[in-house]
């Protein structure tokens, strides 16, 4: 009996001095990965041949980054990301901390400005309809001679954005479309005949 006593300790002394060594890990001591913009927002926007900044606030100091598809390029320097707008589309930018291997994703919209016309022929007393084909969703107008055309802006779920052409006498003028959020412009000649 003694025997079998004297092997049980040994094993449960063996057992403990294993798991005696190993503690837990300190959670206020491991680095955590993160970013200015970290996902949970709305998709960040960028326009085409333009770019945009993330900031890497906290992590191990040597990072990686990927991007999804060819619709954008994205480079690191120093805790800084760039990620260039190549064509429309979206995107996912992963940043990949090397040390942790701990991974923060951000999706980026990929847009420009474009209008189904930039040169347009109407009546008098007569309407068209120009969609925005591309662009944020915010923009501004100006009508360069406002007695020859008036524009309204329209936008729906349905119809997206567009804009309403009413010729109102005849000449010719210009009207200038601004995306707000990615600073873009598209200039309409109109005709009204």
Partial sequence: MRIVFDKLLIISILILSVFSCTSPIDEKYIVRLTLSEDGYYPDLLCAVNDSIKISILTGTGEYSVTVSNSCAEANIKENLVSIIGKKIGK????????????????????????????????????????????????????????EIVSVDLC?????GSRLQVLGKKVGKTKVIVTDLKINRKQTIEITVE
């Fill in 155 to 159: 936008q729906d779920s349905y119809n």
């Fill in 91 to 146: 995107t996912r930018v992963v940043v990949m901390d090397l040390n942790t291997e701990e991974e923060k994703g951000v999706d980026v919209n990929i847009t420009d400005l474009e209008l189904e016309d930039t040169k347009v022929t109407i009546k008098e007393k007569m309407d068209k309809y120009i969609k925005i084909l591309n662009g944020s969703g915010e923009y501004k107008v100006i009508v360069e001679n406002k």
